[in-house]
T-cell receptor, first 109, second 113 residues
């Protein structure tokens, strides 16, 4: 599975877009980029994933660069409830999901 | 559709005791995994399974056993509890196809004294 690099922490103002970057320069062609988040003390929550194309769902948008070496998770209108640790994971279609250290996003009122 | 159900939610064990953490899912997911999360740390994979009868080790398997006799259930056994196993344990499941990510349970908080 690809090694990913994320900033340790970020701040975002409530109501503004939160843009969370992730570097995955060693990602291979068959590895997807997955994003999860963990709100304090809860189980992680799947957000979105993609392979090559940009993806959007009801929670977020995922922008993957053309060379697939980096991606950005976008929460379009962050709320206080979006304060969480966000994990970017490069994973092939296997069962082993390995978490890194993630980005602590603090949404400020 | 209850999702992933973990029991118990809280447990205190004495050093040397054994116990089983239960995990059940009703989504007919082939893949299931167990993670532990120590205070202030990230999640570490203990064991995983790709289907009934098939299990494999993750990053930190020592001190734990698993079995997968049915698609629905994936229990985690602590053989002889140690204080180092004090942690929050999460179970997760996913379909074999890459349509969604994992669904996680709400966790079991285990304290070994």
């Amino acid at each position: 599975d690809a090694k990913t690099t994320q900033p340790t922490s970020m701040d975002c103002a409530e109501g503004r877009a939160a843009n969370l970057p992730c570097n995955h320069s060693t990602i291979s062609g068959n590895e997807y980029v997955y994003w999860y988040r963990q709100i304090h003390s809860q189980g992680p929550q799947y957000i979105i994933h993609g392979l090559k194309n940009n993806e959007t769902n009801e929670m977020a948008s995922l922008i993957i660069t053309e060379d697939r070496k980096s991606s950005t998770l976008i929460l379009p209108h962050a709320t206080l409830r979006d304060t969480a640790v966000y994990y970017c994971i490069g994973q092939a279609q296997t069962n082993k999901l390995i978490f890194g250290t993630g980005t602590l996003l603090a949404v400020q009122p | 559709n209850a999702g992933v159900t973990q029991t118990p939610k809280f447990q205190v064990l004495k050093t040397g005791q054994s116990m089983t953490l239960q995990c059940a899912q009703d989504m007919n997911h082939e893949y299931m995994s167990w993670y532990r999360q120590d205070p202030g740390m990230g999640l570490r994979l203990i064991h995983y399974s790709v289907g009934a009868g098939i299990t494999d080790q993750g990053e930190v398997p020592n001190g734990y056993n698993v079995s997968r006799s049915t698609t629905e259930d994936f229990p985690l056994r602590l053989l002889s509890a140690a204080p180092s196993q004090t942690s929050v344990y999460f179970c997760a499941s996913r379909t074999r196809t890459v349509t969604m990510g994992y669904t996680f349970g709400s966790g079991t908080r285990l304290t070994v004294v």
